[in-house]
């Protein structure tokens, strides 16, 4: 549960790098998330990129954008490190409702450390 609480302390933020933050060339073609930016930007063949915040424009979507990233942020080899204990998927479930709606015990852990 430990290891468990740890990820979503590190994730719950995350979705706001994918929803909030849009990155451009100097044309204004966009970053696409489903790619990693370095791909994107070895592929265009780009000296620079733009990144412009937009904190105010898009609500509680990082919400979501850290449940569909999730998985490319946490290593295959953690969710098997998890099943070793014999409620890996309970921990996972755990994780994803904490990042998501802050709810279950990691989402009140959560919520008491973030000062919510």
Not at 29 to 38: D, N, P, Q, V
Request: proline fraction near 1%; include cysteine; glycine fraction near 8%.
């Amino acid at each position: 549960m430990i290891l468990t609480a740890v990820l979503a302390g590190l994730l719950h933020d995350m979705g706001k790098v994918f929803s909030y933050m849009e990155i451009t060339d100097g044309n204004g073609a966009f970053w696409e998330a489903y790619e990693s930016l370095l791909t994107w930007v070895r592929k265009n063949q780009l000296k620079q990129y733009y990144i412009r915040c937009c904190f105010e424009c898009k609500d509680n979507a990082y919400k979501h954008a850290a449940l569909v990233h999730i998985d490319k942020l946490i290593p295959a080899d953690t969710y098997a490190f998890l099943a070793l204990t014999g409620i890996g998927d309970r921990l996972t479930d755990e994780l994803r409702k904490a990042v998501m709606n802050r709810e279950g015990l990691v989402g009140h852990i959560l919520n008491n450390a973030d000062g919510q």
